[in-house]
Antibody, heavy 120, light 112 residues
């Protein structure tokens, strides 16, 4: 059974750094793209970027390029999303999701989300 | 302002059929990229409903169907049930955004 288990909720201050995780199981980690999706409070879904753990190919949405860093650790089948300096506007739920169904580009499996709250 | 445009809300009575549109352009849906649909129930993670324009993952009822034509796509839900009340999002990719993924703004479905 494919599972994506995300790290717990975080409360941070503006300017602080943060790295959240998405631990996967039930499939070969290096064979599938994993992406991150943001959902700000009361708003819609935003595609942030994806990583292919097999070759570390990373694609960022233009909106998030330079704002976040996506990475993966093949040894523990885990993907990460990190910020070097958080802003209040980073407050959101962040979902990790695994692609599926060949090259369709859809997100077949989703984590439950990590709530990040940035407040002074 | 999303690159893919969805109506903010739709509604229907139990048993009725509703459709949700997703309007794009020649750089995304019209460029041949597949369209996918997700259902997000309140306070839960999104769930894949339709992939590759018109394919249902295992376990998704055949009341849900997708189509694509030109620069637009649609999600149809027939035999509406109370449990279908949720937010629905279309997703595709866009050549003008270096091929990155994009979501529609989402549509709130209310079952009357």
């Amino acid at each position: 059974e494919v599972q994506l288990v995300q790290s717990g909720a975080e409360v941070k201050k503006p300017g602080e750094s943060l790295k959240i995780s998405c631990k996967t199981s039930g499939y070969t980690f290096t064979n599938y793209w994993i992406g991150w999706v943001r959902q700000m409070p009361g708003k819609g879904l935003e595609w942030m970027g994806i990583i292919h753990p097999g070759d570390s190919d990373i694609r960022y949405s233009l909106s998030f390029q330079g704002q976040v860093t996506i990475s993966a650790d093949k040894s523990i089948s885990t993907a990460y999303l990190q910020w070097s300096s958080l802003k209040a506007s980073d407050t959101a739920i962040y979902y990790c999701a695994r692609r599926g169904f060949g090259n369709s580009g859809c997100f077949q499996y989703w984590g439950l989300g990590t709530l990040v709250t940035v407040s002074s | 302002q999303s690159v893919l445009t969805q109506p903010p809300s739709v509604s229907g009575a139990p048993g009725q059929r509703v459709t949700i549109s997703c309007t794009g352009s020649s750089s995304n849906i019209g460029a041949g990229y597949d369209v996918h649909w997700y259902q997000q129930l309140p306070q839960t993670a999104p769930k894949l409903l339709i992939y590759g324009n018109n394919n249902r993952p295992s376990g998704v009822p055949d009341r849900f169907s997708g189509s694509k034509s030109g620069t637009s796509a649609s999600l149809a839900i027939s035999g509406l049930q109370a449990e279908d009340e949720a937010d629905y999002y279309c997703q595709s990719h866009d050549t003008s955004l270096r091929g990155s993924g994009i979501f529609g703004g989402g549509t709130k479905l209310t079952v009357l």
